[in-house]
């Protein structure tokens, strides 16, 4: 099914006889959900985007692609640098900003203005019993009532079918530079990752990758001029500096995993603490991309190698098996805490329809 | 503006109760005189009050769950309440109800400079969380105005802004993890101090649920490092139009300052005749901070300079040094001390798309003459959050109604834009009957749904938020 307005949408849900897979392009569904396809591609364009408010309005099933150009054609972007995760998991297909959100995907400069749930201002989606609600708005202070936004933001699917969502938009910056620092160990290069994480440098971007820590700064041209000088004298050793394009390359590397692209192997993605990144990699004896400091470790393993992952992670972070087989996909909760998403998803969900095992 | 009936049976049985609670708790931490629950009857919205039926001060989350389990075993309501700064009436109790007290857990649990989070108690006080931070260089971003005494967990509880949340997010943004103590007494962890949600955002929906899924005893906060230096300038302009104009030229060049204050000619005046921060007298005012290094300082600056002068202020006056600076903020902090001076007064929190600013406070100015009430603007501009300060006399016999009838039109003003009801103060029973104009029965419908899955019987600060007829047979149990 392929719905073109939000009632026809709407009508669909209502009328399902069985299980739907809500699906935007397909680009990054994980996942054991099985149904009849319900693609959202149908609800596309732009509804309202004002620059001088930093705000945009579009419809759910938008490809990232024409927001992606829209903002641009006013010196303006998605703060928080879509990930585009087809080369990772070997999809084809149009990656739409409705599927983005309900992914709570984010890429490198999460560290600085937050995941694709901080940007989002309001959601218009369509329950699994039909009935069509509204969250939030198109301003950016908004403490109206419970912020469904946020629970909708990387459910998943699993809550509701998304049909609108606005955001908060950013301005491009002028200039941007990458710190490219080489001949430290992993412990040593996440260190310094979280060194100029806490300096007062306003760092976009913190990763590391093939032996290489990566340190972005964007803004004014002085200002970036500054800051490269002063973090280059705080971290010493061999530092060279990236600027404009081949900087932004450095980083769409980054953001989409692209050194494990054509690669095999399981691939697992993990949430943790910077200080815990080169010890659980090592332990897990995988090739890691770390972004956001080392609170983020993107693990090529051997085939079914991470039997022991859960474990390892346990008590500080968690871990989503984001490529491969066997074992769940998704982490465990916690008794009480799953006891709570049951208890949402029937509430929102009653017949048990959308994207069923899912997340579990 | 109503409440409901207190359950009399409840009431009926206050030395029961209280005989649970005391022999669960020490002895200091549950109130039950009369003269000691006064403390209680109100937060800062303080135009209604009832005393509680008594109030406990727990020390750890322990007790909370103990407390929470007993009343929850009682069906007795719990109005959790942190500093009691409120400014919708989010922490007001009624006669049947427990006021649960987080003040006493003020405890800083954990630093972590190198993960950069602090883990507190969340009876801490917001400006005290920054403290403890600040002699390695960092602080915690939200500055809600009240931060000298409002406490995490309230700040948590609405979701609070400040002052300079254009560049650093309001609470929801700086909030990696919390433990949470649910109205049976169950103790849930959700987040933690990597910040990234795993599974359902519950998070989220917490955040800025005002009280009513759970009791928040501990909090994960994002701290960042300070940044080197910060400086404001003061732009007065001849039109709200123009000024507005300049707010959205300063934002589309790409300049993100950590704030931009707006000041009405009513509110300028009133400011000026009690802090003489020496403003111009004129239509609109901006206070603009930008930070970073003295050399990004001034780059910025010279940017804004330029974006101003194009739109053809009244004034363009750059901070030289730390005291002209203070100067500049001098007016904009007193701007509801000043306003106060003059009468009492009612301060609104709508949000509005910063494209509609010069209509609103035309029609602002329109009503302000229908109702007869005077009407005083400040707020933040760059995100559309506007504080009307209506001026009122209490003792005047319907003045109070007019005042709320007056700042009820406001903000169905505010909606009709495009905007909303509250930008950061929260729902509370303020603008719980307002609710409608906002949101159609099955947008409010899929929020309540929430609070059935946390608290099924409704006893957690019930009464609040939704329209009391919408939320009737919920909290008939």
Redesign the interface.
């Known amino acids: 099914m392929r719905p073109v307005t939000e009632a026809e949408l709407a009508e669909a849900v209502a009328g399902a006889s069985g299980p739907l897979l809500v699906r935007g392009g397909g680009t990054r569904t994980l996942g054991h959900a099985v149904g009849e396809v319900l693609e959202t591609g149908g609800l596309s364009g732009v509804e309202l985007y004002e620059p001088g408010a930093l705000t945009l309005v579009v419809r759910a099933g938008t490809p990232v692609a024409e927001v992606d150009a829209v903002l641009a054609g006013e010196r303006q972007r998605l703060a928080f640098e879509v990930p585009d995760l087809r080369g990772l998991l070997g999809r084809e297909g149009v990656s739409t900003i409705g599927g983005v959100l309900a992914a709570n995907a984010s890429g490198p400069r999460r560290v600085q203005v937050g995941a694709a749930r901080d940007a989002a201002l309001g959601v218009r989606f369509v329950d699994g019993s039909g009935a069509i609600v509204k969250n939030g708005g198109r301003v950016m202070k908004n403490v109206t009532g419970y912020d469904l936004v946020k629970l909708l933001a990387g459910s998943l699917g699993t809550l509701g079918v998304l049909s609108e969502v606005s955001f908060k938009v950013q301005a491009l910056p002028e200039a941007e530079a990458t710190l490219v620092v080489e001949g430290l160990d992993d412990a040593a290069g996440l260190a310094t990752l979280r060194k100029a994480l806490g300096s007062p440098f306003d760092v976009s971007g913190a990763a590391r990758h093939s032996g290489r820590s990566l340190i972005r700064i964007e803004g004014m041209a002085g200002s970036v001029g500054y800051r490269v000088r002063a973090l280059t004298t705080q971290i010493g050793g061999e530092v060279s500096v990236v600027e404009g394009e081949p900087s932004a390359a450095l980083w769409r590397q980054v953001r989409d995993v692209a050194p494990f692209h054509g690669r095999p192997g399981d691939v697992w993605r993990i949430a943790t603490l910077p200080t815990a990144a080169a010890e659980i990699a090592a332990r897990l004896k995988g090739e890691a991309v770390w972004d956001w400091g080392g609170g983020l470790i993107w693990l090529l393993v051997d085939p079914g190698r991470g039997a022991n992952v859960a474990a390892v992670v346990a008590g500080r972070g968690h871990a989503t098996l984001v490529r491969g087989h066997g074992g769940p996909v998704f982490p465990a909760e916690a008794p009480e805490v799953a006891a709570l998403v049951a208890g949402i998803k029937a509430k929102f969900d009653p017949r048990g329809i959308l994207n069923a095992g899912m997340m579990g | 503006m109503d409440m409901p009936a207190p359950d009399q049976g409840v009431i009926a049985r206050k030395s029961r109760i209280v005989a649970r609670l005391r022999a669960l708790m020490p002895a200091d931490a549950v109130i039950d005189a009369a003269e000691e629950l006064r403390v209680y009857e109100c937060d800062a919205l303080t135009a209604y009050r009832c005393p509680p039926l008594a109030a406990v001060l727990p020390r750890t989350t322990g007790e909370v769950s103990a407390v929470l389990r007993i009343c929850w075993e009682e069906g007795v309501p719990v109005v959790p309440r942190g500093s009691g700064t409120s400014l919708a009436g989010g922490a007001m109790p009624t006669a049947d109800s427990v006021i649960l007290g987080v003040a006493r857990m003020n405890a800083v649990i954990e630093t ?5 989070f602090i883990r507190v108690q969340s009876g801490r006080t917001n400006l005290s969380v920054s403290a403890a931070v600040e002699a390695e ?2 602080f915690y971003a939200p500055d809600p105005s009240s931060q000298l005494a409002c406490a995490i967990a309230g700040n948590i509880a ?2 609070s ?1 400040g002052a300079h ?2 560049k650093y ?2 609470t ?2 700086n909030l990696l993890g919390v433990t949470l103590v649910k109205m049976d007494g ?5 987040g ?14 917490v ?3 005002e009280g009513q899924l759970g009791v928040v005893t501990e909090a994960w906060l994002r701290i960042l ?4 230096g910060a400086r404001p300038v003061l732009v007065g302009f001849n039109s709200n139009e123009v000024a507005g104009a300049c707010v ?2 300063i ?6 300052p950590v704030a931009i204050e707006f000041m009405d000619r009513p509110c300028i005046r009133a400011t000026e005749a009690f802090a003489k921060a020496g403003y111009p007298d004129c239509e609109a005012l901006l206070i603009i901070e930008v930070e ?2 003295e ?2 300082i001034s ?2 600056l010279a ?1 804004i300079r330029q974006i101003a002068l194009a739109r053809d202020p009244v004034e363009f006056r750059e901070a030289a040094d730390e005291d002209q600076a203070k100067r500049i903020w001098l007016g904009r902090k007193s701007a509801f001390g000043a306003m106060g001076q003059i009468n009492d007064y009612m301060c609104l929190d709508g ?5 509609s600013l010069a209509h609103v406070l035309k029609r602002i100015g329109e009503m302000s003459r229908e109702f007869g009430l005077d009407v005083g603007n400040v707020f ?1 501009a760059g ?3 506007m504080h009307p300060l209506i001026l009122f006399d209490a003792n005047k016999p319907g003045d109070l109604e007019k005042c709320e009838a007056f700042g009820a039109e406001i903000l169905k003003l505010c909606v009709e834009v ?10 509370g029973i303020e ?1 719980r009957d307002l ?1 409608a104009v ?3 029965p ?6 309540m ?6 608290d099924p019987r409704w006893l957690l600060n019930p009464a609040k ?1 939704f329209p009391l007829g919408l939320s009737a047979e919920r909290r008939a149990g």
């Not at chain 2, 933690?192 to 989220?204: A, F, N, Q, R």
């Not at chain 2, 949000?351 to 494209?355: D, G, L, N, R």
């Open positions: 972590d400079y190198d993960n950069r260089g960092f609405m979701n802004g949340c254009l997010g309001v929801t943004n169950t103790v849930v962890t959700l933690g101090p990597w910040g990234e949600p795993s599974g359902l955002d519950l998070l989220g929906v955040c800025g649920s490092p300070k940044p080197e959205a030229d934002i589309r060049a790409g300049i993100l970073g290094s050399a990004e780059e910025q940017r949000t509005i798309p910063v494209s933040h995100d559309g959050n495009g905007g909303c009801l509250t930008g950061e103060h929260g729902v603008k609710m906002q949101f159609a099955e947008d409010m419908e899929a929020q749904r929430v609070k059935d899955v946390f938020v």
